[in-house]
């Protein structure tokens, strides 16, 4: 009898053991990749200790001829400047591409930009409608001549007006390029009819305002649904459909108001995402915007990039290293926590953090949640597989390019895995 209590016993305990043990989590650790291993010691060696961009320009490079051999004549490039916020890396650009079409998102920017003799004379398109206050104070700033260059991005008739009042007041003729919704449904003109209304309102104050063409932005047709079947099919499907929508617009404005399409007109569109299926059975637009995808942060990691390289990193050098995960008010059972998740075996204390990033080099690290984020000394969690000491660096790759690019206000440049100069950013 008593045998038989015992072996039950045994039998629970050894089932729970089981369970416990299929449930524990696994160990995600790995170290370094050959790629960030060698960046690594680059880094102890000649870096400044302290949290970096990088960019990899033998990436940049492969990246940009991609780039170059899915854009063919005559579509026209238009470099998309807040995904790349700087000067020389603007000129790296523009030297590989000989494009000098800009495409602008920031008043600050643009004053900037229409300061330097260099830039001055590009073509520039807004990215999204300004406030007025925005338009009169690029005004202020801006010689007149460079000012009616730029084409200014509407989006209502109401903001039309406005424009189209400050036109009056300076005695200036202003670029105008419509915003339609070629199915992102983010705003812009919804229908033919109230483009062509907005045409019409052009066309009675042409002494004010010109029509330049037009704007449809669709990054929604890289995210068709898509159960059965072909993804790149889906969206080259979806991107014709877009497309038609495009050419109501046109071929509305043509009827109603031929004067006005009688010159070459900006048709813009396109984006990271759809850039390539422009080489297509496109006979509509005529003008591509691309920026995130010469230097690939997360948010662009989709089947229609996947020629692209990752080219852009965050490196945070490691602090302190510190065995287990200690918690205070629980250090008597903090023990506990690295046996039961092997990802908790070392903590790891970085020179910066909270990065609008995700952790690429050593694999399995993660943020401790019970810490919280610092932007001052991040903490984050391994196994010992991640094999990391003091003064090694932590690799990140950012969600967006512009925002941590801007924070950090320069760029290390790599070339071949070694260190080849810096490049200053801009805020935006």
Not at 103 to 132: A, N, Q, R, T, Y
Not at 287 to 302: E, H, N, Q, R
Request: charged share 25%; glycine share 8%.
């Amino acid at each position: 009898m008593f045998h038989s209590k015992s072996l039950r016993i045994f039998f629970v305990v050894l089932l729970t053991i089981l369970f416990v043990f299929f449930l524990r989590p696994s160990d995600e650790g790995s170290p370094y990749s050959g790629y960030f291993s060698k960046l690594n010691r680059e880094l102890r060696e000649k870096g400044f200790g302290k949290p970096t961009v990088i960019l990899d320009l033998d990436r940049l490079d492969q990246n940009l001829k991609t780039l170059s051999e899915n854009l063919p004549p005559p579509l026209n490039y238009r470099i998309v400047v807040k995904s790349l916020p700087s000067l020389d890396l603007l000129r790296y650009i523009i030297k590989f591409t000989y494009s000098k079409r800009l495409m602008v998102f920031h008043s600050g920017d643009l004053v900037m930009l229409l300061g330097d003799p260099e830039f001055s004379s590009f073509d520039i398109l807004l990215g999204k409608p300004m406030p007025i206050r925005a338009l009169e104070d690029v005004h202020k700033k801006t010689n007149p001549d460079k000012f009616q260059k730029i084409h200014w991005l509407v989006d209502t008739e109401a903001r039309l007006t406005q424009y189209l009042d400050f036109a009056k007041k300076k005695n200036l003729n202003l670029s105008i390029v419509f915003e339609i919704d070629v199915g992102l449904h983010r705003g812009g003109f919804a229908s033919k009819e109230s483009s062509g209304t907005a045409l019409d309102f052009i066309y009675k104050n042409q002494d004010h305002l010109r029509f330049d063409g037009f704007m449809g932005y669709e990054p929604h047709v890289a995210s068709v649904p898509n159960l059965f079947g072909d993804k790149n099919e889906a969206i080259e499907k979806a991107l014709l459909s877009s497309l038609a929508r495009y050419e109501e617009f046109i071929l509305e404005g043509k009827k109603s108001f031929p004067s006005l399409f009688e010159k070459e007109l900006i048709l813009n569109g396109g984006g990271s995402k759809t850039y390539r299926f422009y080489q297509k059975e496109n006979r509509i637009v005529n003008d591509i915007s691309v920026g995130s995808a010469l230097v690939m942060p997360t948010d662009f990691d989709v089947i229609t990039l996947k020629e692209h390289k990752p080219a852009l990193f965050i490196a945070a050098p490691v602090l302190k290293k510190l065995e287990g995960t200690n918690i205070p008010f629980l250090e008597k059972l903090s023990f506990l926590f690295p046996l039961w998740n092997p990802n908790l075996q070392v903590t790891y204390f970085t020179y910066g953090g909270a990065y609008l990033a995700k952790k690429e080099s050593p694999g399995g690290l993660f943020d401790n949640s019970l810490f919280g984020a610092s932007t001052n000394q991040g903490i984050l969690n391994g196994s010992r597989l991640t094999d990391l000491n003091p003064d090694d660096y932590v690799f990140f790759r950012p969600t967006q390019s512009e925002k941590v690019m801007a924070e950090m206000g320069e760029v290390m440049l790599v070339r071949n895995g070694k260190i080849s100069g810096y490049w200053k950013c801009f805020i935006n």
